[in-house]
């Protein structure tokens, strides 16, 4: 008999406690297959560590720098990573490595962008925030946001930062937006319309494989959107990991988030920006969030994925491939598209 593997995975295994992270679905492609992201070819910027207060100890991250002109003071732009046991570069101690943070802000930096790129409270530079990865919840991830904010403007000088969310981080961004003065713009990349139990189901349905796993997936999502826990015991044991009782409650706070509702309320610029070919975001959801918010620029971009690479087609075998393929860089139009963004607001 052949295993079954479902389309969608939050990102969570069972790691050592001070790397388990909940996640949302953003990010996920099976429940097993981890895969990898690729080596940066650009060339490196002068990078530095640089912290911000956390509630037990502090958030780590990266700041690379960019060359301006004497005098000038180059945009700054906080990279938010997506679901799972996602590092500040876009790594996974579960085997995904490549760094594809890494490669947009050495790709920003080239453009004149400064950017810095964070590790989740509770994980890898930020383990010591909290004791406990998941006992986390979207508000929590939104503060923090809001206090890299705070330092990096007051390390580098600049009036307001530009927040990119990928994936699960784009959520983070929405909320961290909300009523925020000192955020020049937001950048949604491959970031979800739809509440995250809604993409969710999707991702379960869209894999035939699935198909013995719908019955008690999809009550298990009924039940959390419903405020209520989760016997893991009654599931099929595929989704056992995916509704570990440890994340439920991460879970059910992020079901509650609507991205519409958020995005409607934002009164800064906005990018949405998505790949073609993603397999776990749509450009369903895209078209959502446009319709939202109608003055945000929406940019689709063919023959890219979820993880920001060229793909050669939409299947997913070939899809997934690119995933684990090192050679294969993001595609340089994300990072234009990016890099146009932030500089026109810049100007302005």
Not at 132 to 157: L, Q
Not at 223 to 229: H, N, P, V
Not at 236 to 255: E, K, M, S, T, W
Not at 290 to 317: C, E, F, I, M, Y
């Amino acid at each position: 008999m052949a295993r079954t593997r479902p389309l969608s995975r939050i990102g969570y295994r069972r790691l050592p406690e001070r790397l388990r992270l909940p996640a949302l679905c953003g990010l996920a492609a099976a429940l097993g297959g981890l895969v990898s992201f690729p080596a940066a070819a650009q060339q490196s910027p002068i990078e530095t560590a640089i912290e911000a207060p956390g509630p037990l100890g502090p958030l780590g991250g990266t700041l690379a720098e960019a060359e301006v002109a004497a005098g000038a003071k180059a945009p700054v732009v906080l990279i938010i990573p997506g679901s799972g046991p996602t590092d500040r570069n876009g790594d996974s101690p579960l085997g995904v490595r490549g760094g594809i943070y890494r490669q947009l802000a050495r790709g920003l930096a080239t453009q004149g962008i400064a950017s810095v790129r964070i590790d989740k409270r509770g994980m890898f530079g930020s383990a010591r925030a909290i004791p406990d990865a998941n006992a986390v919840t979207i508000a929590d991830y939104a503060g923090d946001v809001r206090t890299w904010i705070d330092t990096i403007r007051k390390r580098t000088g600049a009036p307001c930062v530009w927040v990119l969310g990928h994936s699960e981080g784009g959520l983070v961004a929405l909320a961290a937006a909300q009523g925020a003065t000192d955020i020049c713009g937001l950048l949604l990349v491959a970031t979800a319309g739809r509440p995250m139990g809604a993409v969710l189901r999707a991702q379960l349905r869209a894999n035939p494989a699935n198909a013995p796993l719908l019955p008690s997936g999809l009550a298990a999502i009924d039940s959390l959107e419903a405020g209520k826990k989760v016997d893991t015991a009654a599931l099929h044991p595929a989704l056992g990991a995916l509704f570990d009782p440890r994340v439920q409650p991460y879970l059910i706070n992020a079901f509650r988030y609507d991205p519409v509702r958020l995005v409607a309320a934002v009164k800064v610029p906005v990018l949405i920006l998505q790949g073609k070919n993603d397999l776990q975001v749509g450009i369903e959801d895209a078209a959502l969030l446009k319709n939202a918010q109608p003055a945000a620029k929406l940019v689709t971009l063919p023959g890219v994925n979820h993880v920001l690479k060229p793909v050669p087609s939409d299947g997913r075998g070939a899809n997934a491939a690119t995933y684990g393929d090192p050679g294969i860089g993001i595609d340089p139009v994300v990072t234009d598209t990016i890099a146009a963004m932030i500089l026109s607001g810049a100007a302005r």
